[in-house]
């Protein structure tokens, strides 16, 4: 997407912004401009002192979508900002019009996180309230309180992210999963340590990856378990080749998807795959062990989302032995006995947060999990934690 940003004041200057991501805001928008602004003319101006009108002049919000008020190839005017005239506010949930006059501590309700997109759910990272729709979702309510600001997103300071009302909480006993992606999942499993970003996109060394046992038997067409290497086995040569691949996972988050070890992007899936790897290494055609656990019993991750009506529970495993695993429920309680293929065990008892219909509840063995299904007691109440005593 193409668009022009003129200045018509002293000195006058065109800027042509092109290949705009759909998820440009107009402050994004008017920073861009500031910064090539400042380089082209030798200036010193600042975004937060400009506005962004339409060719009629009608200002436009800092939180609006470019792309979804603009058409490509438009001419946009910058304008300097009335210093005791209105502002729009660009906190997230905001978008309220005020005048600093009045702007106080209180005055506006937002959210202080990222945007959470994750199993078909949506939210906030900063609360625990989740919904389906995206019009939902830009109706979720703030959860923090603070002043009001027009300052770019990447501007914020400190002062400017609000406070937590007290009454809003964090999903007790479950640990928040969240990284730059804006991806987020309530899990009972250990979070390992994110793989830093590297601060020059180049291919880098690594000695973090374990190579292949030396007496290892690899079938000839097995293929490299690296993400972003399709190399296969064809012979001992093989393991001395090479690797070019992506240590990180996979985000793909607004449309936008790249891998957590690098920085470029794609819109298509397609694009996707092609992106090259950012670190070399040798192949990795053996997946790597699991550590054995000395009893019957293993441990399993739980994640859970919600609807007005229900309460999705996965608890994931692989090799589940359908005809001797069993849920049941009662009308606090739910009991999970799964019994594994290799004679493993899951026994988990978990006293709800809230009541659910135990005859309405039901649960289903997939291949990687089992997806259990709670009826809510009570339609359109919020969980907030999935164990009463956060003991997952």
């Avoid at 400017?160 to 009302?165: D, V, Y």
């Avoid at 070399?280 to 919600?306: A, L, N």
Wanted: charged share 30%.
């Amino acid at each position: 997407m193409r668009i022009f940003v003129h200045y018509e004041g002293k000195p006058e200057y065109t800027f042509k912004a092109k290949d705009l991501p759909e998820t440009t805001t107009v402050a994004d928008l008017i920073q861009e401009f500031v910064t090539a602004y400042n380089i082209a003319k030798g200036q010193n101006i600042e975004a937060s002192n400009f506005n962004l009108v339409s060719n009629a002049k009608t200002p436009l919000s800092k939180r609006n979508f470019v792309s979804k008020i603009a058409k490509d190839g438009e001419d946009l005017f910058i304008v300097e900002r009335d210093p005791n005239g209105s502002r729009t506010c660009t906190h997230n949930a905001c978008g309220k019009v005020y005048f600093e006059k009045d702007n106080t501590d209180e005055s506006c309700i937002f959210h202080p996180g990222v945007p959470i997109f994750h199993e078909g759910r949506k939210g906030w990272s900063c609360c625990n309230k989740r919904v389906d729709s995206f019009d939902q979702f830009l109706e979720l309510g703030g959860c923090a309180v603070g002043k009001h600001t027009d300052a770019p997103k990447d501007k914020f300071s400190t002062a400017t992210l609000g406070k937590k009302p007290e009454n809003v909480q964090n999903a007790s006993g479950l640990k928040l999963v969240s990284n730059d992606s804006a991806t987020e999942v309530y899990t009972s499993k250990p979070t390992p340590t994110p793989t830093p970003k590297p601060t020059v996109p180049e291919v880098k060394e690594t000695e973090v990856e374990e190579e292949d046992p030396i007496d290892a038997v690899i079938q000839p067409g097995t293929s490299c378990k690296h993400n972003g290497c399709n190399a296969v086995y064809k012979d001992q040569s093989s393991r001395k080749e090479t690797c070019t691949y992506h240590p990180g996972v996979a985000v793909f988050h607004e449309g936008s998807k790249k891998w957590s070890c690098c920085k470029p992007r794609a819109l298509e899936f397609d694009e996707f795959l092609k992106i090259e790897g950012c670190t070399k290494g040798k192949h990795k055609f053996i997946p790597p062990k699991k550590q054995e656990d000395v009893s019957d019993q293993v441990k399993c991750r739980i994640d859970f989302y919600q609807s007005s009506l229900s309460v999705t529970v996965n608890v994931y495993g692989k090799n589940v032995n359908k005809d001797s695993s069993k849920v049941s429920f009662t009308t606090d309680k739910v009991f999970i006995a799964l019994q594994f293929k290799d004679g493993k065990r899951f026994d988990k008892e978990i006293i709800l947060a809230a009541t659910i219909v135990p005859e309405q509840c039901k649960y289903e063995v997939l291949s990687t999990k089992v997806e259990v299904i709670l009826r809510k007691g009570e339609q359109g109440q919020s969980w907030t934690t999935l164990s009463k005593f956060g003991d997952l």
